[in-house]
């Protein structure tokens, strides 16, 4: 409206006035151009972004990262150290084990020796005993000895084919004799010395045995240190042998007398016995211990 007016009085002055008109005009044209541009929003408005601040539930949703591209992306540093290397202990595993042949259990291998665990096998023997002799060749039909302070003998072998037994009525034992009235000496170490008429008797049994041979074995010394002495065995079916001489010192050795054809396996077990004495000599014989081997 205001610019129809105007129009009109600028017609008019123009008129009447041309140049004051156009002044005026120009005026009135500058003023509303003035107001205008007051009046018109600030330029660039439009232009800002608008706040950062979305309404909730409104906008687009955020892009989702692709599943290529995200496991390119740097990961984040959670602060976890990667495994250190262990520490080297030493330790070496086990080494693969060669196959080993496996023998045949059908078949022992008989080229390795047998370990030796002390232990003798039981011989086989034509005499019907079993244990080997200790102080020559053939088998123990009996073997004893004396020691631990007392006066009984210790019986480590009896292969004779009666059973030992102090019974009065017994053919199978081991006694100290002393004649009449009294008894046989021990030593300190339980020992017993023997005499020419104090001595040792053993009586036993050979029938049912296979032997051509007999040796008798004694270990003992001279009582007397002063001088030897000898043993003399007796046999009340075959009578009597000597052996020696006995060392007169401290030592109680071994000593050996033959006995084949003093002994048989026709004995009559009643009278089968041996007697041992000291002969001669210092006349006085310790005995340890004695074996009576067959073979």
């Known amino acids: 409206m205001r610019s129809a007016l105007a129009l009109v009085l600028l017609l008019c002055a123009c008129h009447d006035d041309p140049a004051g008109a156009r002044d005026a005009a120009a005026r009135d044209l500058g003023g509303e151009a003035s107001a205008r541009d007051a009046s018109a929003p600030e330029a660039g408005a439009h232009d800002r972004a608008p706040s950062a601040e979305l309404p909730r539930g ?18 984040p540093d959670l602060g976890l150290k990667p495994d250190a290397p262990k520490p080297d202990l030493g330790l070496k595993p ?14 022992p291998d008989l080229t390795k020796p047998k370990p ?130 006995v060392d007169n010192d401290w030592v109680y050795d071994w000593y050996s007398l033959d006995w084949t054809g003093f002994l048989a396996p026709s004995d009559p077990p009643s009278l089968t016995a041996i007697q041992i004495y000291a002969h001669q000599g210092s006349g006085q014989l310790a005995v340890q211990a004695v074996e009576l081997c067959v073979q």
Not at 94 to 107: G, I, N, T
Not at 204 to 230: C, D, I, N
């Open 58 to 75: 409104d906008g687009p949703a955020p892009p989702k990262p692709d599943a290529a591209t995200s496991e390119l992306a740097p990961k």
């Open 116 to 245: 030796d665990l002390g232990l003798k096998p039981e011989a086989s023997s034509p005499t019907g005993l079993k244990v080997p002799c200790k102080q020559g060749p053939g088998f123990t039909l009996f073997l004893f000895h004396y020691g631990g302070g007392g006066t009984s003998p210790t019986i480590d072998v009896w292969d004779a084919t009666c059973s030992y037994s102090y019974a009065p009525s017994s053919a199978c034992n081991v006694v100290a004799v002393y004649p009449g009235f009294g008894s046989v000496s021990y030593t300190s170490q339980g020992y017993p010395i023997l005499t020419s008429s104090e001595y040792l008797r053993v009586r036993f049994s050979v029938a049912g045995l296979a032997f051509s041979k007999a040796t008798v074995h004694l270990q003992a010394r001279s009582y007397a240190t002063s001088s030897s002495t000898s043993f003399r065995v007796w046999s009340p079916l075959y009578g009597d042998a000597i052996g020696g001489p």
């Open 94 to 107: 086990d080494a693969p084990k060669p196959d080993a042949p496996k023998p045949d259990a059908l078949k």
